[in-house]
């Protein structure tokens, strides 16, 4: 705890608070039985909790591996401390109001702060992207880690570039002359259905929550991979090879890509996740047969003269 505490401090206390939001937010689905929406009122809080406190910390580590562009890193890690901090008021205190937070233009005070909230995300965006351009310029001794973390942010940014699309408008809203909510995390069918457990994603219609969740936690699945695949390093041999876990690293980013866009594809066309149709299998199956030929050349391949990250 206490290296992390000489992390991007404002970030490590940003997700300090979020620690303790989800704590709270546990209370509050235990204690208070208001529904919004067709899922808990305090649902959402915990989710954007949990998920902020691995997001700043991944962010507060990765900073410190930056050697050049350090101030402007900082500046950018704290904008997404503060944008998110806004963020996570306006959602807590739309829960207490018991009003939604997201997409909700019924009264001048909810279409406010859901301009807010709308701000706030593209800072968080432009941030992330500066900070991924700031880590593009990091080389470290392990090739395979330090692309591992020049890669992790862009995939992350995929991600949370699906937003974007949950803020367009649906058909029905369309149709209205004053809709009181613009915009969906389903497709296809009404918000609020059935959905499946915890995360709330929609089991009768397409919900672009799927990619959007993937996209955003590639900022840690995949310098997890290369911490993985250093480890295994020790008993397979293969792995010895930095350059084998560079391949390795790179087949996982390029079908991690394509699965952000698949479920894109998916959510797009109304399916739900767990209701794949025969295009949706062929196109996974095609992923799943790209990783394994990809990886399978990537470890039989004589490792070449390393080239320059």
């Known amino acids: 705890m206490t290296t992390a505490i000489r992390w991007h401090r404002p970030l490590v206390y940003f997700a300090g608070a979020m620690a ?16 919004l ?15 902020f406190t691995v997001y700043a910390l991944t962010l507060a ?16 890690g704290t904008v997404i401390a503060v944008a998110g901090t806004i963020e996570m008021v306006v959602i807590v205190g739309q829960v ?41 310029r990091r080389t470290l001794a392990d090739r395979s880690t330090t692309w591992a973390i020049r ?26 002359d004053d809709p009181s ?49 250093t480890v295994l390093a020790r008993r397979f041999a293969p792995l010895r090879e930095d350059t084998v876990r560079l391949r390795l690293v790179v087949v996982a980013a390029v079908a991690y890509a394509a699965t952000i866009l698949l479920l894109t594809w998916q959510a797009l066309r109304g399916q739900p996740l767990l209701s794949p149709d025969s295009l949706t299998l062929t196109a996974a199956g095609l992923i799943a047969a790209g990783v394994l030929i990809g990886g399978g050349l990537a470890v039989r391949q004589p490792a070449r003269e390393p080239v320059s990250a």
């Not at 233009?105 to 701000?119: C, R, V």
């Not at 992790?152 to 209205?176: C, D």
């Open 96 to 136: 207490v109001r018991g009003r939604r937070s997201h997409f909700n233009l019924a009264t001048p005070l909810d279409s406010a702060l859901w301009s807010t909230m709308g701000a706030t995300i593209m800072f968080l965006w432009l941030a992330t992207a500066v900070i991924a351009v700031l880590l593009m």
């Open 37 to 51: 929406v067709g899922a808990p009122i305090w649902l959402k809080p915990f989710k954007f909790a949990v998920s």
């Open 151 to 176: 890669l992790a942010p862009v995939l992350a940014l995929i991600g949370m570039a699906e937003g974007y699309l949950m803020t367009l408008p649906t058909r029905a809203q369309l149709a209205m």
């Open 20 to 35: 303790v939001l989800s704590v709270v937010a546990i209370g509050g689905l235990m204690v208070d039985d208001r529904v």
């Open 181 to 229: 909510v613009v915009g969906s995390h389903s497709v296809g069918v009404p918000e609020g259905g059935p959905g499946m457990p915890i995360t709330g994603w929609s089991t009768t219609g397409g919900d672009l929550r799927v990619a959007h969740f993937v996209g955003m936690h590639a900022l840690q699945a995949l310098p997890l991979l290369a911490l993985l695949l």
């Open 61 to 76: 580590w990765m900073l410190t591996l930056l050697r050049r562009g350090r101030r402007l890193g900082w500046w950018a």
